[in-house]
């Protein structure tokens, strides 16, 4: 058993959607109850329902379709709290690090448990949540149907049950704090994936390291980032990054942008249209603990998702495609023991 709680797991959902005339993504309108009700407005396509009439059942015509791997949490609580600043500096120095040809985009976007205001997105394989909260929340309702104060409205009310219709259904307890925010405090007292200590000393794993580092993979896949000061208010003015986490230095091997690396889904969700064959960049720690890879889980090995990579990151594969296959292995080395 090496499974862990809130780590990344085999299961994927269904996105999907189509192109208008002008090829740009709409959300799919996916009819229920015996079209009596549809589902509009989200990109996600739920595989089950609390009844016969309220399941989804994908058009034909939504036609624009992936599968998205669930992604760990571990650590996020320190994602979180890097500033947006540190963000947006990794995407404009990445052109001058690769000739032009690497440019990634951070997405100002709303906080969703502060109306009104933006942060840079960070969560999800389209950056399209800034908060751990905001995750959360997200999540509970489209997850899992429960409306909360982050998303205080359903996605449908057919078979909704409950003498009050409109009402939050996740509310405070005796403390105050509702489901939604105790989620957020456990994701944010989770530590970072640790690394494999013994493999990570081995001679393999350092030269693959370094290899990893020459060829400009870590132009993406950045190893070192460092959280704002503790005290520091963020998340549109609801948090304040507390001493535990603020001012560490985390290595996620990832710079939480979104690339065009060719494996693209189409499917826009928080960006502007530009972003449909975006991804985030897969943070690669806590990858030793993982047994498929890529937004789609359709890796079976990392060689296998490496060599997926084109688009921006066409240079840097040829990059490795050059190395002799002892390098390709120190560098799969390395991987293994992140
Ligand atoms: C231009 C940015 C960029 C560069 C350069 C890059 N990657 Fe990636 N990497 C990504 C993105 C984006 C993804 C996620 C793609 C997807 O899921 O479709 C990813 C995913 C991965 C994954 C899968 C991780 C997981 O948890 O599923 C591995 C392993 C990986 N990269 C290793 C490498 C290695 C090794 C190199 C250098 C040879 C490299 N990458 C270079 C952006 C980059």
Not at 169 to 179: K, Q, R
Not at 300 to 323: D, M
Request: net charge negative; hydrophobic share 40%.
């Amino acid at each position: 058993m090496n499974q862990v709680v809130g780590t990344a797991s085999h299961f994927t959902e269904v996105r999907a959607g189509h192109l208008d005339l002008n090829g740009n993504f709409v959300n799919p309108s996916i009819p229920v109850s015996d079209g009596a009700a549809t589902i509009s407005g989200r990109s996600i396509v739920n595989d089950r329902a609390i009844c016969e009439a309220a399941q989804e059942h994908l058009p034909d015509s939504e036609n624009v379709r992936t599968q998205r791997a669930v992604l760990s949490v571990l650590g996020d609580g320190f994602v979180e709290a890097v500033e947006d600043i540190t963000l947006q500096t990794l995407a404009a120095n990445q052109p001058a690090q690769s000739n032009g040809l690497i440019h990634g985009e951070a997405i100002v976007i709303p906080v969703l448990e502060a109306p009104g205001q933006t942060m840079v997105g960070r969560f999800g394989w389209k950056d399209q949540q800034p908060t751990v909260l905001s995750f959360a929340g997200d999540a509970y309702l489209n997850e899992m149907g429960v409306t909360n104060h982050v998303r205080p409205n359903d996605v449908t009310s057919i078979c909704k049950t409950g003498a009050n219709q409109n009402a939050i259904e996740d509310t405070p307890d005796s403390i105050g704090m509702a489901d939604v925010d105790h989620f957020a405090q456990f994701i944010r007292a989770t530590m970072a994936p640790p690394r494999d200590a013994a493999l990570a000393a081995t001679p393999d794993a350092i030269a693959g390291q370094a290899a990893f580092n020459s060829i400009g993979c870590v132009t993406c896949h950045v190893d070192t980032l460092v959280t704002a000061r503790p005290g520091t208010v963020i998340a549109g003015g609801t948090y304040t990054v507390p001493a535990a986490i603020g001012n560490k230095m985390i290595h996620p091997y990832g710079d939480f942008l979104l690339h065009d690396v060719g494996t693209g889904d189409g499917i826009v969700q928080a960006g502007p249209a530009d972003t449909a064959n975006k991804i985030r960049t897969a943070p690669l720690w806590g990858l030793h603990i993982k047994s498929r890879f890529m937004h789609d889980n359709e890796s079976h090995s990392v060689t296998n998702a490496i060599q997926r990579h084109a688009g921006e990151a066409a240079g840097v594969i040829s990059g490795f495609n050059a190395l002799s296959q002892q390098q390709q292995q120190q560098i799969v080395t390395f991987l293994n023991s992140l």
